[in-house]
């Protein structure tokens, strides 16, 4: 025997190392990029919010009137529960250039609420409130629409929001 190894004795080392070296670094990696999202640039999950009880929403303000209220100059708050494949309610009139504050949630089910070309993009969970703001500078007729599938008549939920008057 001599006092060298043969070659092929270190070659199982290396494909080991090949694979033990990625497995450490694409998940410290990993756990970098989430710690930069959440301390560097402000990206959280969202937090629990407001709650209410599904069953009682006819009873708890301001699902119990939903629809369109005006809260201030221009401003108005547009309330809309989702339940089984309908949206209350499914249409409304805002004036163009009114910014409106859109708090929503779902009645039965997972539900989804989506205005195309917008970025309004929200999911609708029973008991969970979810708010989001926006400002229509055009008229015309928005169409929103669940994008969650909810059931045998997903197909049908859907309304608009029309937006009048001159800019």
């Given at each position: 025997?001599?006092?060298?190894?043969?070659?092929?004795?270190?070659?199982?080392?290396?494909?080991?190392?090949?694979?033990?070296?990625?497995?450490?670094?694409?998940?410290?990696?990993?756990?970098?990029?989430?710690?930069?999202?959440?301390?560097?640039?402000?990206?959280?999950?969202?937090?629990?919010?407001?709650?209410v009880?599904?069953?009682?929403?006819?009873?708890?303000?301001?699902?119990?009137?939903?629809?369109?209220?005006?809260?201030?100059?221009?401003?108005?708050?547009?309330?809309?529960?989702?339940?089984?494949?309908?949206?209350?309610?499914?249409?409304?009139?805002?004036?163009?250039?009114?910014?409106v504050?859109?708090?929503?949630?779902?009645?039965?089910v997972?539900?989804g609420?989506?205005?195309p070309?917008?970025?309004?993009?929200?999911?609708l969970?029973?008991?969970?409130?979810?708010r989001?703001?926006i400002?229509?500078?055009?008229?015309?007729?928005?169409?929103?629409?669940?994008?969650?599938?909810?059931?045998?008549?997903?197909?049908?939920?859907?309304?608009?929001?029309?937006?009048?008057?001159?800019?």
């Open positions: 025997m001599t006092a060298q190894q043969p070659r092929e004795a270190h070659e199982p080392y290396i494909f080991e190392l090949a694979w033990i070296l990625p497995s450490i670094a694409i998940p410290t990696a990993m756990l970098v990029a989430v710690i930069i999202a959440a301390f560097g640039m402000g990206i959280h999950l969202p937090g629990l919010g407001t709650t009880d599904p069953a009682r929403l006819s009873e708890t303000p301001p699902f119990d009137t939903p629809g369109l209220t005006q809260i201030g100059p221009n401003r108005y708050q547009l309330t809309i529960i989702a339940s089984a494949w309908q949206f209350q309610p499914n249409e409304v009139r805002v004036p163009v250039g009114a910014q504050d859109i708090v929503a949630t779902s009645r039965d997972i539900h609420f989506e205005i070309g917008t970025d309004v993009n929200l999911m969970i029973p008991g969970r409130v979810t989001t703001t400002t229509f500078s055009k008229q015309g007729n928005y169409q929103f629409m669940c994008h969650e599938y909810c059931g045998v008549g997903h197909h049908l939920m859907w309304g608009r929001i029309i937006v009048e008057g001159t800019p």
